[in-house]
């Protein structure tokens, strides 16, 4: 599913797949005394992912603290505490290295897509191939509820143009000078776009 996509490129869980089983070791936390505030997304994320190193389990990123960071920064702040939910539904499954949630956890999951779609930047989904004679490329992204669009083209022996489209409305044109040529928030559109 593409909401699934988006959410896993969010987060970054791409590991190998595994079965709906949780993992019944047990995860080293508990002791005497400490704090009785909840965890915060930053420490459930970097459970998770050190869960996933414990099993050898393929992870993007062995530095699990920036990593986490990293993925949540792009959450947003608005959906921390939702994607900081899905690593802790997610932490019993760690053993078998998921690439997707779980099934138990495909309500959390669609609540922090939802949360990303209406706070902070989806995942962009590409088409075609910029470059030199004449070819087309595109993208879409969806943004704090807002969806921008690029329609890029360059024409045999001519300089590349790209349509900028918000919400199915062309915004205006500039022109495309870069490798990033139809990435929306890197293209010459964003001068019409300004995403945060």
């Given at each position: 599913?593409?909401g699934k996509a988006l959410l896993l490129g969010a987060i970054g869980l791409l590991a190998a797949c595994g079965p709906d089983e949780p993992d019944n070791e047990p995860d080293g936390s508990g002791?005497?005394?400490?704090?009785?505030?909840?965890?915060?997304?930053?420490?459930?994320?970097?459970?998770?992912?050190?869960?996933?190193?414990?099993?050898?389990?393929?992870?993007?990123?062995?530095?699990?603290?920036?990593?986490?960071?990293?993925?949540?920064?792009?959450?947003?702040?608005?959906?921390?505490?939702?994607?900081?939910?899905?690593?802790?539904?997610?932490?019993?499954?760690?053993?078998?290295?998921?690439?997707?949630?779980?099934?138990?956890?495909?309500?959390?999951?669609?609540?922090?897509?939802?949360?990303?779609?209406?706070?902070?930047?989806?995942?962009?989904?590409?088409?075609?191939?910029?470059?030199?004679?004449?070819?087309?490329?595109?993208?879409?992204?969806?943004?704090?509820?807002?969806?921008?669009?690029?329609?890029?083209?360059?024409?045999?022996?001519?300089?590349?143009?790209?349509?900028?489209?918000?919400?199915?409305?062309?915004?205006?044109?500039?022109?495309?000078?870069?490798?990033?040529?139809?990435?929306?928030?890197?293209?010459?559109?964003?001068?019409?776009?300004?995403?945060?």
């Amino acid at each position: 599913m593409l909401g699934k996509a988006l959410l896993l490129g969010a987060i970054g869980l791409l590991a190998a797949c595994g079965p709906d089983e949780p993992d019944n070791e047990p995860d080293g936390s508990g002791g005497s005394g400490g704090s009785d505030s909840a965890p915060t997304a930053e420490q459930q994320c970097m459970d998770f992912c050190d869960r996933l190193n414990a099993n050898d389990c393929d992870t993007p990123a062995a530095d699990c603290a920036a990593g986490c960071r990293d993925r949540l920064q792009r959450v947003g702040a608005e959906c921390e505490d939702l994607a900081g939910a899905l690593f802790t539904c997610m932490l019993p499954f760690a053993a078998s290295c998921p690439d997707e949630p779980p099934s138990v956890c495909e309500g959390v999951q669609k609540e922090v897509e939802s949360c990303i779609e209406l706070h902070g930047c989806g995942g962009e989904v590409c088409s075609g191939g910029g470059g030199l004679e004449g070819k087309m490329c595109g993208c879409e992204l969806t943004c704090e509820g807002k969806r921008y669009e690029t329609q890029c083209e360059t024409p045999a022996e001519g300089a590349p143009t790209c349509a900028c489209i918000v919400d199915g409305v062309e915004v205006g044109t500039c022109a495309g000078e870069s490798a990033d040529l139809c990435n929306v928030k890197q293209s010459c559109c964003q001068e019409y776009f300004d995403i945060p």
